[in-house]
């Protein structure tokens, strides 16, 4: 049976991270104007997989309770 191509790509020992926390104005979200009064509260950057596991840590946060965008009331 031939193997079939998910879309799931491998690690990338090339792979960068951008973290980003932002705050919106809950009466935007469901609107156009979602970033208007939008603010960034944090940011961090990570070269590898090691490095953004020691910020997620930072932000007290677990990979396991990350999200797909789409699955989040990230308006993005």
């Given at each position: 049976?031939?193997v079939?191509?998910r ?20 009466s ?11 603010a ?37």
């Amino acid at each position: 049976m031939p193997v079939v191509n998910r879309g799931w790509v491998g690690s990338d020992r090339t792979r960068r991270f951008r973290l980003r926390h932002w705050e919106y104005d809950g009466s935007r979200i469901d609107g156009w104007d979602y970033d208007i009064g939008a603010a960034l509260v944090r940011e961090a950057s990570a070269d590898d997989e090691s490095e953004l596991l020691v910020a997620l840590r930072a932000w007290q946060l677990r990979p396991d309770e990350l999200a797909y965008p789409w699955d989040t009331d990230d308006p993005r």
